[in-house]
């Protein structure tokens, strides 16, 4: 089982940029998928889910408008558009699997996003 993500990067305030996350291992349509970012000494957070068949989203209130999530499950991939990005979206970002049912589990390694003038 592996989740890496991609697209990270040091990106200027107001600037946008968008993650990827890609599954390997496991049936990527049957899971939940969400984003999660965390910065030192914090907890990790959640920033958006997406259901199966990306049926449904939610997104913490903090991201709201300005980030969307996305799935192409051809391409067991989940994506995460960032626009109007500010400093306090700085934070290493991480993918999750979630399959409740099974109670599977499954997190990446992360990818630092840097907002920074």
């Known amino acids: 089982v592996q989740l890496v993500e991609s697209g990270g990067g040091l990106v200027h305030p107001g600037g946008s940029l968008r993650l990827s996350c890609t599954a390997s291992g496991f049936t990527f349509s049957s899971y939940a998928m969400s984003w999660y970012r965390q910065t030192p000494g914090t907890e990790r957070e959640l920033v958006a889910i997406?259901?199966?068949?990306?049926?449904?989203?939610n997104y913490a209130d903090s991201v709201k408008g300005r980030f969307t999530i996305s799935r192409d499950d051809a391409k067991n991939t989940m994506y995460l558009q960032m626009n109007s990005l500010k400093s306090e979206d700085t934070a290493v970002y991480y993918c999750?699997?979630?399959?409740?049912?099974?109670?599977?589990?499954?997190w990446g390694q992360g990818t630092q996003v840097t907002v920074s003038s």
């Open positions: 997406i259901g199966r068949a990306g049926d449904s989203t």
């Open positions: 999750r699997a979630d399959r409740v049912a099974l109670g599977r589990l499954y």
